[in-house]
């Protein structure tokens, strides 16, 4: 069965024990506000700039999208669909040569890590 994707709740708890596991504390009220921060910081600077960059994450674009006829999927009736903003998300290539480091090591065999480890 394939994991399933963290939500934010996900990401919270691990941000609290990655620190702790570090003797910092934070609070899941700080990891929340944080997380809250970092989404309204990436709204505003798409709004004024039209890009927001996660360095070495991704860089999210605003993109014009073209006033377009499309269908509509119940009755198959014609649609014309304004013309409109859309944002896009592009993978950094630092994320992506680590992913595909990380997928083709993970074919051969890896020593034990220490408890507690996160391996990707």
């Known amino acids: ?3 399933r994707q963290m939500r934010k709740t ?3 708890a691990y ?3 990655h620190f702790a596991a570090r003797g910092l504390t934070l609070r899941r ?3 929340r506000e944080f997380l809250e921060e970092l989404q309204r910081l990436c709204v505003r600077q798409l709004q004024e700039t039209g ?3 996660l360095p070495s994450m991704a860089k999210f674009v605003v993109r014009q999208r073209a006033a377009r006829t499309t269908r509509n999927p119940r009755t198959g009736d014609p649609i014309q669909l304004e013309a409109r ?6 993978v950094a290539r630092q994320l992506k040569d680590s992913f595909q480091e990380r997928r083709s090591s993970s074919c051969r065999p890896q020593s034990v890590g ?4 996160i391996r990707l």
Do not use: C, N, Q, Y
Request: aromatic share 8%; charged share 30%.
């Open 1 to 3: 069965m394939k994991p």
């Open 51 to 53: 890009e927001f960059t």
């Open 15 to 17: 941000f609290i024990e």
């Open 114 to 117: 220490s408890p507690g480890e």
């Open 29 to 31: 009220a700080d990891a």
């Open 85 to 90: 903003e859309a944002v896009t998300a592009r």
């Open 10 to 12: 996900d990401l919270i």
